[in-house]
């Protein structure tokens, strides 16, 4: 089933949705060259700590970081370490917090000085794909027309969309009902109702679909090398209109 949640849940939703948009805010601030990917989730546990909240995702399924931090090919669950962050890199941080037993998730992919013209393009086309799945996220539609809007914007770009993770509803785990594809069919899969919290977040590669997972059994990486961007925000759907963007900073 696909938890509803009730005024007083959301009202801990919004909450944790501020706090984690404001400590990814913080992180992708930070972001500079020189710097290591152990050095930025260092800092977000700092921040984590100073605003009283916990990691989502740290010890989740045995993750060893407060933050998932994937650069250029690597497209999603990079566990942080002694990776050096240089000009014309692109960081995806994904960041999620738990406070008042639910779990705000959200994700930005930051530019790190000259960008490869593509690969800007790339960024900025997987954040419109991100706001045209949430503005198909509404009440009375269902889960395959977010997946649909995301394909088109970015397939439209000659971009690939990654398969085989997708986004998620969200509350008081880290992972609910349902599961949201970035591709798929419009009118199909699950029907949205007024007060699902669902983290939409498009993963999109400058090549292939296809990806690789690492010996580490975490960090992801496109098949071909490509760079590929991450953007997610989570969303409350309302009773009337465009869904609710609950993590912004």
Known sequence: MIPIKTSNEMKSMRK?????ALILADVAAQVAPGMTT?????????????????SAFLGYG???????????EEVVHGIPGSRVINSGDIVSIDLGVETEGFIGDNAIT???????????????VCRESLMAGIDAARAGKR??????????VAE???????RDYCGHGVGRRLHEDPQIPNFGKGGSGALLKSGMTLAIEPMINQGTFRIDVMPDGWTVKTHDRKPSAHFEHTVLIVSDGPAEILTHP
């Open 16 to 20: 944790a949705c501020r706090l984690s």
């Open 38 to 54: 152990g050095d930025l989730d260092a800092y977000a546990a700092q921040r984590m700590r100073e605003l009283g909240v916990k």
């Open 62 to 72: 045995g993750f060893p970081g407060y933050t998932c931090i994937s650069l250029n």
């Open 110 to 124: 930051v530019l790190v000085g000259t960008i490869a013209p593509e690969t800007e393009h790339l960024c900025h």
């Open 143 to 152: 889960v395959g027309d977010i997946g649909h809007a995301v394909q088109k």
């Open 156 to 162: 439209a770009a000659g971009f690939g969309v990654v």
